[in-house]
């Protein structure tokens, strides 16, 4: 079995290239080729935080695995990640594990260019203007990946602490040159905008619709729990609304699961998955003026596909570590 570090899966998961990975997971997805169960969540004691798993299988290019991760939300502001875990690798033959790799790296990327393929399908065409609401891991690895979804000329962030938002802003003037204007206040931070990323913690809204210009496009990524969302009830009332997965986002997204037990609409508010987009199944943004949300959830079927290339990428340059497990008379 591969052994693959974080710092290795950063070096052999390019946001552009993953971008490409994902595109074609969500398309087989689509197309009914993947197997995959709704996430099993395990709530610990003490609001301390959750052990999940997410097996998936895809079938073309042929892919099978499971990330096994916890969230700690506690560790925001220490030295360990708030996502960690690894994701198993398998292969089909035989059934054999080849490869184990870290998930924060995996979940960061993999996440990010997500909303990047869903950004390039839904964003007007001449979107510019960017801002992200958090200043975390996740806004790091978005702020890559909408730099390639879009000719991005402005890019403003804010966060509940002013302080870590600063420390983005200096991150991303170091990593991608650019200037990234710090608001304190999120109205200021959203108006007139054309990309919106939430990545937050917070389980409250931190989006509101009447901050939104008309042909905005959001994605919203922050929450993954059914009591817990980002986006008041009128965005998503008002909007457009794709998702990664309909079975995912019935069961698991607050920001859908809450304004539709308010009677604002049914389940036939999901106008795509954004593989059938991707499949030309479904249209994506059909004018210059409606409001577009991405709602991701994660899928295990991202996080197969993206360990299966991140292999095949550490086997190709000779890295990882590789132990003998045994499983074999
Ligand atoms: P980090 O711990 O790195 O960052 C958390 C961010 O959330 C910080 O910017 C923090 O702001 C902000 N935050 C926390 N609590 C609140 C609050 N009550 N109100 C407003 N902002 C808050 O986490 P990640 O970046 O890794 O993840 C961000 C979110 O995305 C998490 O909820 C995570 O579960 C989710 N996620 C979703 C995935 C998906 O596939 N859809 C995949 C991975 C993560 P500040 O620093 O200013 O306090």
Not at 30 to 53: C, E, F, N, Q, S
Not at 155 to 166: F, I, K, L
Not at 186 to 205: K, L, M, Y
Request: aromatic fraction near 4%; hydrophobic fraction near 45%.
């Amino acid at each position: 079995m591969l052994i693959i570090s974080q710092q290795e899966v950063v070096e052999l998961l390019p946001m552009d290239e993953c971008m490409a990975v994902m595109a074609d997971a969500l398309t087989s997805l689509a197309r009914g080729d993947a197997l995959l169960p709704l996430r099993t969540m395990l709530h610990l004691p003490r609001d301390l935080g959750i052990l999940a798993t997410m097996p998936g299988y895809l079938g073309d290019p042929e892919a099978l695995g499971i990330k096994v991760i916890t969230v700690f939300p506690g560790n925001h502001d220490t030295e360990f990640d708030s996502h960690q875990g690894v994701v198993l690798l398998f292969e089909t033959g035989h059934g054999s594990p080849v490869a184990m790799m870290d998930a924060s790296a995996v979940t960061a990327i993999r996440t990010a260019a997500v909303s990047g393929v869903a950004t390039g399908l839904l964003a007007r065409t001449g979107a510019k203007d960017l801002c992200i609401l958090g200043s975390g891991v996740q806004a790091r690895t978005h702020l890559a990946a909408m730099l390639f979804a879009r000719r991005i000329d402005r890019v403003r962030v804010w966060s509940r602490n002013a302080e870590n938002a600063r420390i983005f802003a200096r991150d991303a003037h170091e990593r991608h040159g650019i200037v990234v204007e710090v608001h304190g206040d999120a109205r200021n931070a959203v108006e007139g905008s054309d990309i919106v990323c939430t990545v937050t913690a917070s389980r409250e809204p931190v989006l509101f619709s009447e901050w939104l210009k008309p042909g905005a496009h959001v994605n919203a990524v922050g929450a993954s729990l059914r009591t817990a969302r980002e986006l008041d009830s009128a965005t998503m009332a008002r909007a457009k609304l794709f998702v990664d997965r309909r079975e995912s986002a019935l069961n698991e997204a607050g920001d859908f699961l809450i304004p539709r037990g308010e009677g604002l609409f049914g389940d036939d508010h999901i106008r795509a998955e954004i593989g059938e987009v991707l499949a030309g199944t479904h249209g994506g943004r059909a004018s210059e003026t409606e409001i577009t949300v991405f709602k991701s959830l994660g899928l295990a079927v991202e996080d197969v596909a993206a360990a299966q290339h991140v292999h095949y990428r550490a086997l190709e340059r000779g890295l990882g570590t590789t132990v003998l497990l045994g499983g074999r008379r």
